[in-house]
């Protein structure tokens, strides 16, 4: 923590005019911004000190908003979304409109219900050159994107991958009324297992049976011609012509 200069004094806390909310260090908070057009800007709170004139001022560290970065905002970006700078500034504290809750990613997307207060970061950026830490994240869907909180995704019950509902060619209401899911992959594994179960490697007892009649016949077969030719019998040669039509058949 920085020093405190001479005929300066830290602060504990701040109350925010007009209302009861009490700032600490630590604590983030939305300050008025220059423009009234744009939202307010989001800062962490690291230090609260007064001068002799008692002025209070806060010593911040800014959040950003992904518009207000080097890349801009992109498709994977929350609504609610900062990236934590590191861009430290000293402000009046009479700029300070209100208080906020900045989440982390798990906590955020855990909320049942997402105040205006609400915000969340799973980013630090570097204003001066436009990094991020970190600088690599988990991606999903066919279309391989960080998961972006607002959107609502599907899970996969095979791959357990989850997919935007316009990437698998369904709208939302379609995929709200959803009760199974399988993507397209897993779907063609899927009917790949089904026709292996419907033609089995192993003979089945049916065809067992088959070869062991027809191995019959032929032994009959052998038999009716054997015979024939020793005795000359017409009973032998009938029978033989019988066995032979069966075969044809």
């Known amino acids: 923590m920085a020093k405190t200069k001479p005929g300066k004094k830290d602060l504990d806390s701040y109350s925010i005019k007009g209302t009861n909310k009490i700032v600490r260090p630590g604590d983030c ?11 307010p800007y989001v800062a962490r709170v690291e230090k ?7 002025n209070v001022k806060v ?20 609504a609610k979304e900062l990236f934590l700078s590191d861009h430290y500034d000293v402000q009046s504290a009479h700029t300070i409109e209100g208080k906020c809750i900045v ?4 906590n955020y997307t855990k909320l049942e219900n997402v105040g205006a207060e609400d915000y969340f970061c ?15 994240v988990a991606v999903y869907c066919k279309c391989e994107m960080p998961y972006n909180p607002d959107d609502l995704m599907v899970q996969c019950e095979g791959c357990k991958d989850w997919f935007h509902p316009s990437c698998m060619g369904m ?7 959803l009760e199974h899911f399988l993507c397209s992959d897993c779907s063609s594994d899927d009917d790949a297992k089904r026709s292996l179960n419907a033609f089995p490697v192993s003979p089945s ?8 009649a027809l191995l019959c016949v032929y032994v009959l077969l052998f038999h009716f011609v054997y015979e024939s030719l020793r005795s000359r019998s017409n009973f032998y040669s009938d029978n033989l012509i019988i066995c032979i039509r069966w075969l044809v058949q």
């Open 103 to 106: 989440h982390s990613f798990k």
């Open 122 to 136: 799973r980013f630090e950026y570097k204003a001066a050159t436009g990094g991020f830490t970190p600088d690599r």
């Open 205 to 212: 007892v049916e065809a067992k049976v088959g070869t062991l």
């Open 29 to 39: 908070v939305l300050m008025r911004p220059s423009d009234s057009d744009k939202p």
């Open 171 to 177: 709208t939302i209401e379609e995929a709200k009324k």
């Open 59 to 78: 010593r911040v560290r800014w959040y950003y908003r992904p518009e207000e970065s080097i890349g801009g905002r992109r498709q994977f970006h929350g």
């Open 48 to 54: 609260i000190e007064s001068d002799h004139r008692n």
